[in-house]
């Protein structure tokens, strides 16, 4: 059963406790990633205040009974707004799926049709548990309103392209500084900012560079797509007669505010150098196996450096979905397949990469990413009732359920800094039917 008022007002209201009260399990990933029994968690504003069994009442009472409660997702790599190009283009070579279907779709691309694949996105996202994502994309400011709308935690870079034309450098430096003011003057606890160079193939050094220089200044993370894949590894070995990771260690572009996305095709050498530099890596198993760019990411040698690896979904063009728990499901087996060992990447690992770890990514892991007294209270609910979470077999088993068993659709209540965004099945801050209708729109005016 489950209590709850409605608010009057979905806004800007931070100041409503919430008491999830008596969930089956809570996985809180604490730093001894225990796993609660029939427990309760209170909200007071945006945080967490207590854990135990708990009594009293709230503004908001909620059901947790046969219900599991986690901290909300991390997806460390996304390009919202491509949610409007899902299954436009399938089964196709990377460069031939770019250059005859993505490229060309998204010269047509306007500051409201991003809005509007952003916001169908945010839907997305708030069903499957996520809570808490970084994105890369253009019309930054557009996709902020999305997400401020919806309620979930961003982080926004904008694409930087220069094609190694000074002229456009300059330009694609104009647009992210707007960007970042923009951010700064949202003055938002849950929307911030990343320097979004592309790719070590798509910008100069000197773009590079300078996105390095304003994230030290401006203490933001940097996300750039890095050694995706084989052809683009054996483009730099040609031209330039070493690895791509080692021409960034070159330029000194390597740092730990670097989130390296994909980072597939590495040589041992590559994972030295990001270990010495404290690269953060974003894998995108999902995309990377049906982009089929070559290789497998190097997961065990980057632990066994103690790189930080979270993980993303990548846009839904190359996914087709922004599902995390698909995304923890393929991570592992992907990572067995490859090393032909079932007992790498273990369950509580793959879900320590998809909430601590991935928050540890963007420099929030005292803020999100685990369910502890002090943390602001972005989490979800999974529902039990559910034949495919059936039966459980007890606290050993919780974490493996969620990672093998559980669907993003699973979800039944998802909350980001206190804040309830979905309860029960139930949207508080979008109009679902909306959403997809005028989502549904924007692909028409893209594709047809
Ligand atoms: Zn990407």
């Given at each position: 059963m489950l209590i709850y008022k409605i608010p009057l007002a979905c806004s800007d209201d931070q100041g409503m406790s919430v008491l999830i009260k008596n969930c089956d399990w809570i996985v809180t990933q604490n730093p001894s990633r225990e796993v609660l029994r029939n427990c309760s968690v209170r909200v007071e504003g945006t945080k967490i205040t207590e854990i135990g069994n708990l009594h009293g009442d709230a503004e908001y009472v909620i059901d947790g009974s046969r219900k599991i409660l986690l901290p909300g997702l991390v997806n460390t790599h996304t390009h919202l707004s491509m949610t409007l190009m899902r299954g436009f283009a399938d089964d196709m070579r990377l460069q031939e799926w770019l250059e005859t279907k993505i490229w060309p779709l998204e010269q047509k691309l306007t500051g409201d049709i991003c809005y509007h694949g952003a916001l169908l996105g945010c839907l997305e996202m708030i069903r499957t548990g996520t809570t808490c994502f970084m994105d890369m994309y253009f019309f930054l400011k557009d996709v902020a309103r999305a997400v401020e709308k919806a309620g979930l935690r961003a982080i926004l870079s904008h694409a930087m392209i220069?094609?190694?034309?000074s002229k456009r450098s300059e330009s694609q430096r104009r647009i992210t500084q707007e960007a970042l003011d923009f951010i700064k003057s949202l003055q938002s606890s849950r929307i911030g900012f990343a320097m979004g160079p592309h790719a070590p193939y798509t910008c100069s050094e000197e773009s590079l560079l300078w996105s390095k220089e304003v994230a030290e200044r401006e203490r933001v993370p940097i996300h750039t797509h890095i050694a995706e894949t084989r052809h683009e590894q054996a483009q730099f070995e040609k031209e330039k007669g070493m690895s791509e990771v080692e021409y960034l260690a070159k330029i000194g572009f390597l740092s730990p505010r670097l989130v390296a996305v994909h980072s597939v095709f590495l040589t041992g050498k590559d994972v030295e150098l990001y270990a010495r530099n404290q690269v953060k890596v974003s894998h995108c198993p999902v995309s990377n196996m049906k982009l089929a760019g070559g290789g497998v990411a190097p997961l065990s040698e980057m632990f066994a450096q103690h790189v930080n690896v979270s993980l993303g979904t990548d846009g839904a063009a190359s996914n087709n979905c922004l599902d995390m728990f698909d995304t923890m499901k393929f991570c592992a087996l992907e990572a067995k397949a490859h090393y032909w060992d079932p007992t790498v990447l273990p369950a509580q690992q793959v879900l320590d990469l998809a909430t601590i770890e991935g928050a540890r990514a963007l420099g929030l892991e005292k803020k999100v990413g685990s369910i502890e007294v002090g943390k602001e209270a972005d989490l979800i609910l999974v529902d039990l009732k559910s034949p495919n979470l059936v039966p459980i077999h007890g606290r050993s088993t919780v974490v493996s359920d969620l990672v093998y068993a559980t669907k993003g659709m699973n979800v039944d209540s998802t909350i980001v800094q206190g804040k309830p965004l979905m309860i029960n099945r139930n949207l508080l801050t979008l109009d679902e039917d909306k959403v997809m209708e005028e989502a549904s729109s924007a692909a028409l005016m893209l594709t047809g």
């Open positions: 220069d094609l190694f034309d």
